[in-house]
């Protein structure tokens, strides 16, 4: 059973940047596609991108691409999630979450999640 930490979440003003990891623990990450998925007060969970586990290629919404990266460190067996130019509307819960489907924005297809992050954008 694979068991994912979320951590860096924090305060930042508008147009700054935050790192985002996702360390997971009880597997490896090497045979998953990782997504990170964001849920607001009162809105639903929504999806923020997805890295493959073969050659890193990654997807993101138009919401996010431009300022947003995912990155994998396999080794660490650990997940990242670069923001810049963070706008309020970025405010949210953050998580990581693993599935075997490519690609997918579905969170039904993520079969491990993590607890989250809270990232909060305000000046």
């Known amino acids: 059973q694979v068991q994912l930490v979320e951590s860096g979440g924090g305060w930042v003003q508008p147009g700054g940047s935050l790192r985002l990891s996702c360390a997971a623990s009880g597997g490896t990450l090497g045979s998953y596609a990782m997504g990170w998925f964001r849920q607001a007060p009162g809105k639903e969970r929504s999806f923020v991108g997805i890295i493959n586990w073969l050659n890193d290629a990654t997807i993101y919404p138009n919401s996010v691409a431009g300022r947003f990266t995912i990155s994998r460190d396999n080794d660490k067996d650990t997940v990242y999630l670069q923001m810049h130019s963070l706008k309020a509307e970025d405010t949210a819960r953050y998580y990581c979450?693993?599935?075997?489907?490519?690609?997918?924005?579905?969170?039904?297809?993520?079969?491990?999640w993590g607890q989250g992050t809270q990232v909060t954008v305000s000046s």
């Open positions: 979450a693993a599935a075997t489907t490519w690609p997918t924005s579905r969170p039904d297809d993520y079969h491990y």
